[in-house]
């Protein structure tokens, strides 16, 4: 099928870190044929993004941009500044106009942004894609082909604006698949937010080890603890936005890892060889089910 991006002419991606500069390269590299306008409130970034051709247009300010000739605008800022933005350029879109988001929580966001862009469609979206860098100038050729991307949005499938923002990451290589704000939070906590958290966790428990018997653990840690916690490296506004976000199900989480931290605990504490074993094994069993 050729690729037409859903047929829309003009992108406006609200800020280009490391996801929307992403999207924009990737734009450009699939054969996007229309123009794509960035805005960010880092001059920096829209610079680069310039300098580098991955945008066409760049701004600091909703006010300078050329309304008329954007159909389309993709929100991949921290997820707490959706809200605010979505007030603030209501008065600026043209009629026909689609919006849509890059965000990794959906729940209650999507039914208030849905609200908050009336008459004009909010559609939801989430690709399962990035690194642990951020900004646009760590944007990642090919970072969503063959990736799924999650439509979450209570508009009926077959909406015509709906699947042109399908289309649109079709052609981007994405793999789709629909699923309903609620369950897409509890899902995202279990896989994506709770293994950040443990990550952050990790590394300040290796930190405070370290300051308390006065060593640099960290001198001595190997491949295994650098691939564990690599994610530790993620962006600090970008993860509190998450975790707030979707608090009932990290608080959730969280609570249930304890549990099965403690069950671990006790195991040793009772020198328990054979619940260990079960244990371990369970967990090796399902990592290598994982790869396939």
Partial sequence: MEKDFGGFKGILIIGLGLIGGSLAL?????GYS?????????????????KNGIIDYGYTEFKNIPWDDIDLVIIASPLK????????????IKEGTVITDVGSVKGDLVKDLEEIFKPFKFIGGH???????????????GLFKNKKFILSTNYNLEDKDVKRVVKLWEDLGSKIEFINPKEHDFIFASVSHLP??????????????SEKFDLDLFSYSGAG??????IAG????????????NKDNMVYTIEMYEKV?????DLIINEDEEGLKKYISKSREKRIDLDG
């Fill in 225 to 230: 603890f650098k691939d564990f916690t690599r």
């Fill in 81 to 92: 500044t959706f809200s605010k933005i979505g007030k603030e350029i209501k008065k600026y």
């Fill in 127 to 141: 690709p399962i894609a990035g690194t642990e860098k951020e900004g646009v100038e760590n944007s990642v050729k």
């Fill in 261 to 265: 931290l403690k069950e671990l605990k």
């Fill in 34 to 50: 229309g123009k794509i306008y960035g805005i960010d409130l880092n001059r920096n970034r829209i610079d680069y993004a310039l």
């Fill in 196 to 209: 950040h958290a443990v990550a952050f966790a990790m590394v300040n428990t290796i930190a405070n080890l």
């Fill in 26 to 30: 990737n734009l450009k590299k699939e």
């Fill in 234 to 245: 993620s962006s600090p506004e970008i993860w509190k936005d998450i975790f707030l976000e």
